[in-house]
């Protein structure tokens, strides 16, 4: 049981180029989220998708979009990478119901 | 918009000593979890606090709820340099839905001296 997966665990980028941070869960969760963690800040909610079809954005959504890809794969992407994006990236799932979050090992980017 | 305080930032110790971090909300919460990450690695799930007053222990682990449901601790006796690492509590204001309802304070880093 792998639970969250995500990948790739550490990217450089430069400015301007674009990439797809990928996530899957094996749990068979309805809800899957993208976090990103920065010195200081906590834990910030970039965009979930509450069920397979639907995405939100949460409270850091600029720069960034979403593909809940079917119920297993939520994935992140960059468009355009600027420096404020580099930060470590957490994708979480869990059940409906306010139960507890389960998340991957996270992605460090840098952008130079 | 709604936040959660979290204090202190930073708590140095000596292994055996104890430790807290406080949980401060404005407005009242429908429950509040606690995760515990580990330098370098992900936040793992401790435990999740419902009712108002609530106290749960996990071995040295103590997890209270305020009456008015606004404000939370998590207290460690006597630590051990297996605690090492930083502590959320994340806070929801409403009942329901998923993680995307949880607010995270900014934790507080434990750093124990052998």
């Known amino acids: 049981n792998a639970g969250v997966t995500q990948t790739p665990k550490f990217q450089v980028l430069k400015t301007g180029q674009s990439m797809t941070l990928q996530c899957a869960q094996d749990?068979?969760?309805?809800?899957m989220y993208w976090y990103r963690q920065d010195p200081g800040m906590g834990l910030r909610l970039i965009y979930y998708s509450a069920s397979e079809g639907t995405t939100d954005k949460g409270e850091v959504p600029n720069g960034y979009n979403v593909s809940r890809l079917n119920k297993r794969e939520f994935s992140l992407r960059l468009e355009s990478a600027a420096p404020s994006q580099t930060s470590v990236y957490f994708c979480?799932?869990?059940?409906?119901?306010?139960?507890?979050?389960?998340f991957g090992q996270g992605t460090r980017l840098t952008v130079v | 918009g709604q936040q959660v305080m979290q204090i202190p930032q930073y708590q140095h110790v000596q292994e055996g000593e104890d430790f807290t971090t406080y949980c401060n909300s404005s407005?009242?919460?429908?429950?509040i979890q606690w995760y515990k990450q580990r330098p370098g690695g992900h936040p793992v799930f401790l435990i999740q606090l419902v009712k108002s007053g609530e106290v749960k222990k996990q071995k040295r682990l103590t997890f209270q709820f305020g009456e008015a449901k606004k404000n939370s601790s998590l207290h460690i006796t006597a630590t051990q340099t297996t605690d090492v690492g930083t502590y959320f509590c994340?806070?929801?204001?409403?009942?329901?839905?998923?993680?995307?309802?949880?607010?995270f304070g900014k934790g507080t880093h434990l750093i124990i001296q052998p």
């Open positions: 994340a806070g929801r204001f409403r009942a329901g839905g998923g993680a995307d309802g949880l607010t």
């Open positions: 979480a799932s869990s059940n409906q119901g306010g139960t507890e979050a389960f």
């Open positions: 749990m068979n969760h309805n809800s």
């Open positions: 407005t009242t919460l429908s429950n």
